[in-house]
Nanobody
């Protein structure tokens, strides 16, 4: 059974940094696309960053230059380094896995498995 467990969320002031982690189990981790998504209250879930099995990445325009997605295949952990955080980055952040090895996508429909989320709150 696929399990994705996020951690690392918290409360920070604008301009600060956080690193989110997503621990994966139950499937061949290194061979699939992974992504980070977020959902603010009253808004739809949106794609933030994605990485495929080859290490190629894609970012939402709103986070380019501030967020970095990476993964450690040996540890089966997906990371999201978030720098220069803004109040508009406040949301629940979710890790997701897709049963394909390539084909970057920030669409929620392209992913098969989801974690339970970790809250990020950025104050001004």
């Amino acid at each position: 059974q696929v399990q994705l467990v996020e951690s690392g969320g918290g409360s920070v002031q604008a301009g600060g940094s956080l690193r989110l982690s997503c621990s994966a189990s139950g499937y061949r981790y290194s061979g699939y696309c992974m992504g980070w998504f977020r959902q603010a209250p009253g808004k739809e879930r949106e794609g933030v960053a994605t990485i495929d099995s080859f290490g190629s990445t894609q970012y939402a325009d709103s986070v380019k230059g501030r967020f970095t997605i990476s993964k450690d295949n040996a540890k089966r952990i997906l990371y999201l380094q978030m720098n220069s955080l803004k109040p508009e980055d406040t949301a629940m952040y979710y890790c997701a896995a897709a049963l394909r090895s390539y084909g970057l996508s920030l669409s929620t429909s392209a992913y098969n498995y989801w974690g339970q989320g970790t809250q990020v709150t950025v104050s001004s």
